[in-house]
């Protein structure tokens, strides 16, 4: 993955974010082509000229279910499966809602630094969110449980594995966060988007929440999706792993309310596909990703933050790469021609940070550390 990739003309949203000039380093997709068994796909279906309203794949839920015995070596059970026809931040939206376990006495609880989405669902769906400030300890971040425990929380939001870090949490803190849920009839909402991007050269498996939470299972819901793994976000879909019945039940009725089923038209093709013939692509994706990290440590050094396992984020200290803390994105871009995301949409505890997307074709990469390092 050396080769150049093109995006012009396609509107990709982190190229116009950018600006001219500039390399892109900021919004979470990769500048790799996707696999190919993908574009195949929807060239066979658009060749068939019925678009009309379309059935969930009826095969759908076994083959997340056999995605996730295949790469993750974890059961799940096909009824718990929702084939979601947007994307993970309107499933996460839908949820705090059907959830109905946070209120103004029992808040929703995220780690700080956490993915900033989550700050603006919450706002939308007129829940309080309380951060937690994670722990650092070494090249990693730690949860501190105790702390969530202390809010009493209805529901608990987490990326697992972590964004901006690519960290991954371990089983024993998913299973005690899920056991934290369940001791106060919460819900833990473990966003695995990032899942099945763990990278292949070290030895921990992402947890899977629902595999992971033994009797407190029934108070997870555990969001996946090909959007990350395969590059497809433009064509939003997701899927939730959802245990308990009645929850299941409750949001497909909000989802109802906004005329949304299960299911749809092109989301269905793509995953299928993705699920079915992508996993060399994925393999051949995840080598290269370690490979533009270690680049990408080597290049930055101590602005390294956390050292990252999964994905292509890189969590930085803007301080250590000589840029001016509060406009450290600002001054990046027009100092160093580079634009990454600004480390205050992360919560309080990402002020001063910088997230880097390392997700690029390694010659790309080279010359974005070199602007970036320079001084
Ligand atoms: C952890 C996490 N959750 C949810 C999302 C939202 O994805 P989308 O905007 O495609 O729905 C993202 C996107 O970056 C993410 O990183």
Redesign the pocket.
Known sequence: MSEPFDRGGTGSSKWARAGAGRIALGL?DMDLPGPPAIGAALAARASHPAYGYTVADPGGRALVADWYRRRHGVAVDPDWVLLLPF????A?RLLLSAAGTAGPDRPVAAADPE?G?FTALCAAAGLPLRRVPLVREGEAYRLPLADFAALRPGVLLL?SPH?PSGRLWTADEVRALAGLAAEGGGLLVS?E??GDLVHPDHGQRHPVAVAVAGPAAGHTVTLGSV??TFNT?GI?SCWALVPDAPLRGRLLAEMAGYGLWEGGLLEQVVQRAALTDGEAWLDGTLRHLAAARDEAIAALGPAVVVRPQASYLLWLDAAALGLPPERARETAMTERDVELSDGADFGPAGRGGLRLNYALPLPVLRTALQRLTRT
Do not use: F
Request: without cysteine.
């Open positions: 979470a994307g993970p931040r309107t996460l993915w989405g990326s964004n966003d988007v990032h959007g990350k976000s939003p």
